[in-house]
């Protein structure tokens, strides 16, 4: 398929780069650096996976604590009006 990209310096100077090292076409470049891009490597690192838990019920009421937070807030926007911020 032929068709025209308009490049971005710095992935010109990828793909410049890649035809300096490898002794390759424009054209080899350009296709080895979109297939290295877009396929998965056999040797890249594996996924991080954390497995949920049940954590059963809550042993501790946030009530409190979601309230005094709240009130702190408002004191904190209160204060930055009065500023003028």
Not at 6 to 16: G, I, K, Q
């Amino acid at each position: 398929m032929r068709t025209t990209v308009t490049l971005d310096p710095d992935t010109e100077a990828v793909v410049r780069r890649l035809m300096a090292q490898r002794g390759v076409s424009f054209k080899r470049a350009l296709n080895d650096a979109i297939r290295a891009g877009t396929s998965p490597s056999a040797d890249s690192e594996p996924h991080a996976y954390t497995r949920p838990r049940e954590l059963g019920v809550p042993t501790v009421d946030l009530t409190h604590a979601l309230r005094l937070a709240a009130e702190s807030e408002d004191e904190e926007l209160v204060k930055r009006m009065q500023a003028g911020r």
